[in-house]
């Protein structure tokens, strides 16, 4: 069985980053999502091992130490992570294993996972960043501005990402990435068959 492919989506917060993955997913199979290990509270209607796996800070850092993360990372004083064993379960399975995380936990997972695919969610304009910021209702001005100005960091920071997706439509954006998603399996089929074909 072919290994499974790590997908990395990361984008600010208001690109639409989590309505792209979440379309991704109900229409594939074959793509699974992994869901991050944090040290923070859940909020509203988040639930434990669906959202998120939510743990004590103290436990986390001891997974730390442990080795347990193929990448961790902390954001606004807590901390996020995704586990080593279930994702190499879930490739060696050949699942595809798309991960929702920042440029930051991308640049280390690829490190460790030097054939993830690295995706950047761009918004259409930093105005339209700002108003949907603006248009959720739930951010001070002071939390929407800092979470402007951790944007534009992000975004400076992810120049190595190997693909972009400005999400000004969602349904085009979807569109755009299962097809890159088909493209990489189709390109890792290829040379697999051409392996096969070498050492035959």
């Known amino acids: 069985m072919a290994r499974g492919h790590a ?16 379309r991704l997913l109900a229409a594939d199979r074959d793509l699974i999502l992994s869901i991050s290990t944090t040290s923070r509270d859940p909020r509203g209607q988040e639930r434990d091992g669906v959202d998120y796996h939510f743990i004590e800070r103290g436990e986390f850092l001891d997974r730390v130490r442990a080795g347990r993360f193929f990448e961790w990372a ?13 994702v190499e379960e879930q490739l ?20 460790r996972l030097p054939d993830a695919r690295l995706v950047l969610i761009l ?6 960043l700002e108003r949907r910021l603006r248009g959720r209702g739930t951010d001070s001005d002071e939390v ?7 944007a534009k960091q992000e975004m400076k920071s992810a120049s190595d990402y190997e693909e972009i997706i400005v999400n ?3 349904a085009s954006a979807v569109a755009q990435a299962e097809s890159l998603i088909r493209l990489l399996r189709r390109t890792t089929d290829g040379r697999s068959h051409l392996q096969a074909l070498v050492s035959a």
């Open 74 to 86: 902390e954001v606004h004083g807590n901390l996020y992570g995704s586990d080593r064993h279930w």
């Open 144 to 150: 929407i501005e800092r979470r402007m100005a951790a």
């Open 7 to 22: 997908i990395v989506f990361s984008g600010a917060s208001g690109t639409g980053k989590t309505s792209l993955t979440r």
């Open 168 to 170: 000004e439509d969602l």
């Open 92 to 111: 060696a399975s050949g699942k595809d294993v798309l991960f929702d995380i920042d440029v930051q936990g991308g640049h280390k997972l690829k490190d």
């Open 123 to 128: 918004p259409p304009s930093w105005e339209e």
